[in-house]
Nanobody, 126 residues
Framework: QVQLVESGGGLVQPGGSLRLSCTTS????????IGWFRRGPGQEREFLAV????????YYADSVKGRFTISRDNAKNTVFLQMNNLKPEDAAVYYC???????????????????WGQGTQVTVSS
């Protein structure tokens, strides 16, 4: 069982940055692809980015490409989501999820993922 824990959310002004972290208190994350998702108020959960277990390949949704960067440090058992130039529409609960395989592409769905965290709230407001 993999228990994922997100952290790093909070309140930030428009144009600001946040770095989210995803770690686990259980098994190592190093054998999983990790994805980041978000769910805004009244919206469906949205895919943002995914990184392969080795960190050598990533894939981003068009909505965040160029502003968000996913990375991982397997030695620290942590995956990061660096978010820059945040906008009010980025406000949401952000989730990380673990996939025993790796799917990168618009056809991939959240059904690929085996384990989910509880989420961390990001608020973008002046």
């Amino acid at each position: 069982q993999v228990q994922l824990v997100e952290s790093g959310g909070g309140l930030v002004q428009p144009g600001g940055s946040l770095r989210l972290s995803c770690t686990t208190s259980g098994r190592s994350l190093s054998t999983y692809a990790i994805g980041w998702f978000r769910r805004g108020p009244g919206q469906e959960r949205e895919f943002l980015a995914v990184i392969i277990w080795s960190g050598t390949d990533t894939y981003y949704a068009d909505s965040v490409k160029g502003r968000f960067t996913i990375s991982r440090d397997n030695a620290k058992n942590t995956v990061f989501l660096q978010m820059n130039n945040l906008k009010p529409e980025d406000a949401a609960v952000y989730y990380c999820a673990a996939d025993t395989n790796y799917c990168s592409g618009a056809w991939c769905t959240e059904d690929e993922y085996d384990y989910w965290g509880q989420g961390t709230q990001v608020t973008v407001s002046s």
